[in-house]
């Protein structure tokens, strides 16, 4: 499966396909196989697709053997929410390091995807 790094850019005609304006994958890229993924050799969130549905997938402390890390796995059908939420916990894992609002985002998400 093909990986893109969301801190990198890159500009051509044939991004437009692949890429949003703002950088991020766009939906004919991630089901071409494309994902989103940010990693700060602690922390990982990553965001692909498959089939219908779009994955959110978190892992906090991962590299800790002791087996004290948390993982969550989000899915919604829409990329939008999913690109939000995706964008969220990158910010909080980048400047925070702030494994509580992680945690705080991922339960809001899924309470508000499992109202609609």
């Known amino acids: 499966m093909a990986t893109n790094n969301s801190d990198t850019r890159s500009s051509g005609s044939r991004d437009s ?10 939906a004919y890229a991630f089901m071409c196989g494309y994902m989103m993924k940010h990693d700060n050799g602690n922390d990982r969130v990553t965001l692909y697709a ?6 959110i997938q978190v892992s ?10 948390y993982t969550s796995w989000q899915s ?33 998400f899924e309470q508000k995807e499992n109202s609609l």
């Open 50 to 55: 498959d089939g219908p549905a779009y994955h």
């Open 60 to 69: 906090l402390n991962y590299q800790n053997i002791e087996g004290s890390a």
């Open 17 to 26: 396909k692949f890429k949003c304006k703002d950088g991020t994958l766009t």
């Open 76 to 108: 919604t059908p829409s990329l939008k929410r999913a690109k939000r939420l995706f964008s969220k916990i990158k910010y909080a894992i980048r400047k925070c390091s702030n494994t509580e609002r992680v945690e705080e985002l991922c339960t809001e």
